[in-house]
């Protein structure tokens, strides 16, 4: 039998869970460090996702806690807007990824995780990063180490989010 280890995974089932919108959490905790938050201002907050697609994943969360985006002041939506735009210039620029996948899942039956706030999604992609262990196997296999991605993306963040 073969076995596949992924140990950045056991704090996903080790960890004290958070109650409540984890999104809402972080943004009253932006500053620590183990949320991994690359930025923020008054309106969202950039952030790597924890367990993500690719390496690299970021998401644009604004503070504001909905499920609709609908609900959404447009300046909060502009700047989310934004956001996003700088996040795949930071992704292209500083991990080299040959393509970006940017959106959001609205709602549980959209595939949406955590489907009561909010959120855009940039996954980093390059040519040839998926292959059938994906599909055949159900794992994923990440070529990079998440600290060192997130560490080369906050350096580079202020160039990036102004």
């Not at 958070?18 to 905790?29: A, P, R, Y």
């Not at 996003?84 to 940017?102: F, M």
Request: with cysteine; charged share 25%.
């Amino acid at each position: 039998m073969e076995h596949l280890y992924a140990p950045w995974r056991y704090s996903y089932v080790s960890e004290e869970k958070i109650e409540g919108c984890v999104f809402c959490h972080i943004s009253k905790h932006i500053k620590e460090e183990k949320y991994q938050v690359l930025f923020h201002d008054e309106f969202c907050y950039v952030v790597m996702n924890k367990f993500p697609y690719s390496p690299g994943h970021l998401m644009v969360i604004p503070h504001f806690h909905t499920d609709k985006i609908e609900e959404l002041e447009d300046e909060v939506w502009i700047r989310m807007s934004i956001r996003i735009r700088q996040a795949v210039s930071l992704l292209k620029d500083v991990i080299k990824c040959e393509g970006v996948n940017i959106g959001m899942n609205l709602g549980k039956a959209a595939g949406a995780g955590i489907a009561q706030h909010v959120h855009y999604h940039a996954l980093p992609r390059w040519i040839g990063d998926t292959n059938f262990i994906s599909s055949i196997g159900e794992a994923r296999v990440y070529p990079a180490d998440f600290g060192e991605i997130f560490g080369k993306l906050k350096e580079n963040a202020f160039k990036y989010f102004m």
